[in-house]
T-cell receptor, first 114, second 112 residues
Framework: NAGVTQTPKFRILKIGQSMTLQCTQD?????MYWYRQDPGMGLKLIYY???????DKGEVPNGYNVSRSTTEDFPLRLELAAPSQTSVYFC?????????????FGPGTRLTVT | GENVEQHPSTLSVQEGDSAVIKCTYS??????FPWYKQELGKRPQLIID?????GEKKDQRIAVTLNKTAKHFSLHITETQPEDSAVYFC???????????FGTGTSLTVIP
């Protein structure tokens, strides 16, 4: 199992550009999450999904969009990038069945908007 | 929503000493409390977690305690080693487990 994979690892965007951060998991997990981590801070939830076709906003959704057309993929779309979106983005997944709530994180995408 | 506060933000201990990190939460409906370790440039990894129906859980040198009445939980690391140096995050989840709210992290340095 590759677990949770993210692409790209690094990206530099100019203000106003758009991009999609890719996230894929091969564990057949129902739940998937997108977080951002600013320097010296904890993780803030952007969006989450409880299954294919279902998404919902987290704490900091403004400026982002998501879709979940398959169980495996959960892309995060940034429209009109702003410097405030400079951050490290982590995707995570968890099973949603059984008693475990453990989240498995991807390696992260470091995004700089200049 | 939930609000999780974590203290201290930095902690230095001598190798072999114990380290304690504390978190408080605001939503009494939260019922799952994980702790994550994040090494520099790496992804967060779960090290221990506790459910609200349990007061304490231990895994070798790591333990977590939960006080539901006071709405706080703590991470205890005994016999610290240099490889324990990392940033530790606590988190809390509501009763559905759909959203997780993280503390701001504690940077632990173990001095050899």
């Amino acid at each position: 199992n590759a677990g949770v994979t993210q692409t790209p690892k690094f990206r530099i965007l100019k203000i106003g550009q758009s991009m999609t951060l890719q996230c894929t998991q091969d564990m057949n997990h129902n739940y998937m999450y997108w977080y951002r981590q600013d320097p010296g801070m904890g993780l803030k939830l952007i969006y989450y999904s409880v299954g294919a076709g279902i998404t919902d906003k987290g704490e900091v959704p403004n400026g982002y969009n998501v879709s979940r057309s398959t169980t495996e993929d959960f892309p995060l779309r940034l429209e009109l990038a702003a410097p405030s979106q400079t951050s490290v983005y982590f995707c995570a997944s968890r099973s949603g069945t059984g008693s475990s709530y453990e989240q498995y994180f991807g390696p992260g995408t470091r995004l700089t908007v200049t | 929503g939930e609000n999780v506060e974590q203290h201290p933000s930095t902690l230095s201990v001598q190798e072999g000493d114990s380290a304690v990190i504390k978190c408080t939460y605001s939503d009494s409906a939260s019922n799952y409390f994980p702790w994550y370790k994040q090494e520099l440039g790496k992804r967060p990894q779960l090290i221990i977690d506790i459910r609200s129906n349990v007061g304490e859980k231990k895994d070798q040198r790591i333990a977590v305690t939960l006080n539901k009445t006071a709405k706080h939980f703590s991470l205890h690391i005994t016999e610290t080693q240099p490889e324990d140096s990392a940033v530790y995050f606590c988190a809390a989840s509501g009763n559905t487990g759909n959203q997780f709210y993280f503390g701001t992290g504690t940077s632990l340095t173990v001095i050899p």
